[in-house]
């Protein structure tokens, strides 16, 4: 046994590195202070605000940077750069008065020209922003996006240094939400020329007006810091010294993570939420989406067209849908919908918009009904039978609910045959682009706290209506809501919640389930602003409790 | 022998055009755009912007300008990430697999090759039968199931070892181990392998009879012959592990380059798909040249000559 010994030997170096190296580990970079550590899914794609697409862009980006406005609590529009505001009669012309010695971070005045530029740069072709369209309905916006007209005429004007004037083509209720939103955020043109093509590729290659400082981030790395910024006008306010991110894709590890006390939140996965539930640092975060069947009724198969024009099929479909077992099926990461508006999304004067005039129709589950109005839809359209096939991703999420949907229609409705079709997210979109499906499970995130976000999408010119559903008087308590009671917050929403009912009526759409997630949160962590649609996280008045 | 070089550069060149040709039309057959708001934009603002990007051109100008761009160096700038050359996102990420994976390969190489020696040694006995369930079982064993452990127990039970992330030697210590068990595995059922082999042959036989020690027929002898076989195995293995491995990155954390490679396919992140494939590929294609070059080293029975002993 001479040779054995070799092994042994390579077993004892091995070991004794790991020992030691085991022992210089502790190193739990915790400064003094108040600081938070937090968990993020993935890296930090970019700062350019004017080309800014994702979610985590936009949460860093108000945090670092600021407008006219925040977004605070409940999506309630706080004061930002703005201190005073004019609306004309009309609400067509916006005056502000931008607050008095507000600095960037490399010391310079934040000017009403700052605005202007930044406006003019994210619509110019030349920048193609993704989220340029965000900024229809402002004075020549859509003719500049397209090359029509050159950047000047946008209907953005600075008076002096402090007053900025916005023009718009027509009034826009929840303007002033919008400006809470990154794209409209000013930028320094000294900082844009001067940094060239790196601007917004690294925290150095950036300058900030906000809450925060972006600090350690190199463009594709996986942390980043945001630091308290001394230049802020409301610095007294933010009490946190510091925001840890870090990029964990896996939420095991960061849950790992979060129970080793590096981190102060952690996303939690369907078992560990179930597993979770009951304690006490337990979080569940409303999502801004609903997953929605969309019925096409434009087929090139003219039975197909037939079956999903037909009211009594897509209704029968959408009642054959227990929408709480599936959202069961689905856990943490759905529950049961209220309707095409996202539960506590947006709300007036304090009120839910789903609680107005709840929504019963177009969500309910009733087997003896769907299977009545199936065979009479049946009857109508001349078949004894249907096939049709159900579109979604295929993401093992996706496949699931693919899956209990097909054994929830088939079981509940005769001569129903169901097949599924899981296809790669970009796949899905081209063939609802195309029509190229009968049924497909579309989601559709808000983009900022109003409910026209979420119903616009089934107007019956608009892209995204992919079944091609068209209703007149939908049509019209939209437009409505936009023209005449534009200026009227009270009619408008009533406008929009007879929109939806009629959309769920004529069950132009099946909302299936909301989005939501499951954290677990140290319950140290207070005043975090969380909100579902826009950016996540506000973190001006947030600190953690000693 | 220069000649001989000359033609396989000549070759390899040819195998990464039609690496670049084939992986670039392919990619154009994958159905959605580059963009990350595909889903929010109407069809006119995509045509807009692909106009932008110059990506309503007709395929045949986009391929012919990539191709350009590519011998200057230029893969263009990044999808996913605004502003962002693919060359720096590429070289701030590669770092990290690379390490990884050398360290991976060494570990897995040198407990590889002592388990394999041990097992021929012994072969036939208990010993050698449990290093072959063990090799089996480190074969069969997915790394992430291996990582996940080793993250739970390891690190986060015992506390011995972080948990993740990527600041030093130590946070090395977990995902080197997970990713190298596999390659551990398969060099020692190599090694054991090549060494029974060499083990029974004539000339060992000779130096045991002249009395030689056991140790010294092995490590002068045995071991040198029976590794030639693992020089083709270990270069295009460690080109794979270097470039990345996905699951492992992501369970531990690691700012490396196979999650982005993945991530540009889902989300057609042309410029990057194109960059990391032809990364791996160059990799490949030098690893396996310079392969045949120290075969031809080591083994004085494969000739270099071109041509002519095939």
């Known amino acids: 046994m001479k040779l054995g010994k070799y092994a042994k030997l390579g077993a004892v170096v091995a070991l004794s590195s790991l020992v030691l190296t085991a022992c210089g580990s502790k190193d739990n970079d915790k400064t003094a202070g108040n600081v938070v550590n937090w968990d993020e899914s993935g890296e930090l794609p970019g700062m350019d605000l004017s080309k800014a697409t994702d979610q985590i862009s936009f949460t860093m980006l108000g945090n670092t940077m600021e407008g006219l406005y925040r977004i605070g609590k409940d999506s309630k529009v706080e004061p930002g750069l703005a201190k005073k505001t004019e609306v004309s009669k009309d609400g067509k012309v916006y005056t502000f008065t931008l607050r008095k010695g507000t600095k960037w971070s490399n010391g310079d005045k934040v000017t009403a020209q700052d605005f202007v530029y930044s406006w003019r740069r994210t619509v110019d072709p030349k920048t193609a922003s993704q989220y340029a369209y965000f900024f229809n309905g402002i004075k020549n916006a859509d003719k500049i996006i397209e090359g029509k007209l050159p950047v000047d005429q946008l209907g953005i004007k600075a008076d002096g240094e402090d007053k900025l004037v916005v023009t718009l083509e027509r009034p826009i209720p929840y303007f002033k939400l919008l400006m809470g939103f990154p794209v409209f955020f000013p930028q320094s043109k000294a900082a844009v020329d001067k940094f060239g093509d790196k601007y917004g590729t690294a925290s150095k290659y950036m300058v900030y007006n906000g809450p925060f400082k972006l600090e350690g981030w190199t463009g594709t790395n996986l942390s980043w810091k945001l630091q308290k910024n001394d230049k802020y006008w409301d610095k007294k306010a933010v009490k946190l010294d510091a925001v840890n991110y870090k990029v964990n894709k896996s939420s095991t590890t960061a849950y790992n993570q979060y129970k080793s006390g590096e981190l102060d939140a952690s996303p939690l996965s369907n078992e560990q939420a179930k597993q979770l539930k009951n304690q006490k640092d337990f979080v569940e975060r409303e999502g801004a989406a609903v997953a929605y069947l969309q019925f096409n009724q434009d087929s090139k198969d003219a039975t197909m067209k037939a079956a999903m024009s037909n009211k009594k099929i897509r209704q029968a479909i959408s009642m054959s849908i227990n929408r709480k077992s599936l959202s069961k099926v689905i856990g943490s990461g759905a529950r049961v919908p209220k309707g095409m508006v996202p539960d506590k999304l947006a709300n007036l004067n304090g009120k839910d918009f789903v609680e107005m005039d709840p929504v019963v129709n177009g969500i309910k589950h009733d087997d003896k009904e769907a299977k009545k109005l199936w065979s009479e839809g049946l009857k109508e359209i001349g078949q004894k039978e249907l096939t049709f096939s159900i579109l979604g991703d295929d993401t093992d999420g996706s496949k699931k609910i693919t899956e209990t949907l097909q054994s929830q229609i088939e079981s509940t409705l005769p001569g129903a045959h169901v097949t599924v079709q899981n296809v790669p997210f970009k796949t899905r979109l081209q063939r609802c682009d195309t029509g190229n499906f009968d049924t497909v499970i579309s989601i559709w995130g808000a983009d900022y706290a109003d409910p026209i976000s979420c119903l616009e999408i089934m107007e019956s010119t608009n892209g995204q209506n992919a079944g091609h559903w068209a209703n007149s008087e939908f049509d019209k308590y939209i437009n409505l809501s936009r023209t005449v009671d534009a200026n009227n917050p009270t009619k408008r929403w009533d406008d929009l919640v007879k929109a939806q009912k009629v959309l769920l009526d004529d069950q132009g759409v099946a909302p299936i389930y909301q989005q939501a997630s499951a954290w677990v949160v140290n319950p140290k962590v207070k005043d975090l602003v969380y909100n579902a649609a826009g950016l996540n996280y506000n973190w001006k008045n947030a600190y953690i409790e000693k | ?310």
Do not use: C
């Open chain 2, 1 to 310: 022998m220069r000649k001989y070089l000359l033609k396989r550069i000549f070759y390899m060149i040819l195998t990464l055009f039609l690496v670049a040709t084939l992986t670039f039309f392919l990619m154009k057959l994958m159905p959605g755009t580059p963009f990350t708001n595909q889903q929010k934009m109407t069809a006119e603002q995509i045509q807009i912007v692909n106009e932008q990007y110059g990506l309503n051109k007709p395929i045949w100008q986009q391929y012919l300008l990539y191709l350009a761009g590519m011998v200057h160096g230029d893969f263009g700038t990044s999808f996913q990430f605004s502003n962002q050359p693919v060359s720096y996102l590429i070289a701030s990420r590669i770092g990290a697999s690379a390490q990884l994976g050398v360290q991976a390969m060494i570990f897995g190489v040198f407990f590889g090759i002592i388990i394999g020696s041990v097992a021929a040694i012994n072969r036939n006995t208990w010993i050698d039968t449990t290093a072959t369930v063990l090799s089996i079982i480190g074969k069969s064993v997915p790394n992430f199931v291996l990582a996940v452990l080793l993250q739970y127990y390891i690190a986060l039970k015992l506390g011995w070892l972080p948990v993740a992330d990527w600041n030093g030697f130590v946070y090395t210590i977990l995902p080197t181990i997970a990713l190298g068990v596999g390659p551990l595995a398969e060099t020692s059922r190599f090694v054991r392998t090549g060494m029974v082999d060499v083990l029974n042959s004539d000339y060992i036989e000779l130096a045991r009879a002249k009395g030689l020690s056991k140790f010294g027929i092995v490590y002068h002898h045995a071991l040198r012959n029976s590794l030639i076989p693992l020089v083709t195995l270990i270069g295009p293995y460690t080109v794979a592990l270097m470039t990345g491995s996905m699951v492992i990155e992501n369970i531990f954390s690691i700012p490396g380059i196979g999650e982005q490679f993945v991530k540009s396919i889902t989300t057609n992140d042309y410029p990057t798909i194109m960059g990391v494939t032809m990364l791996f590929s160059t990799g490949l294609v030098l690893v396996i040249l310079l392969t045949d070059i120290i075969y031809g080293i080591i083994d004085p029975r494969i000739r270099l000559t071109g041509g002519s002993g095939e």
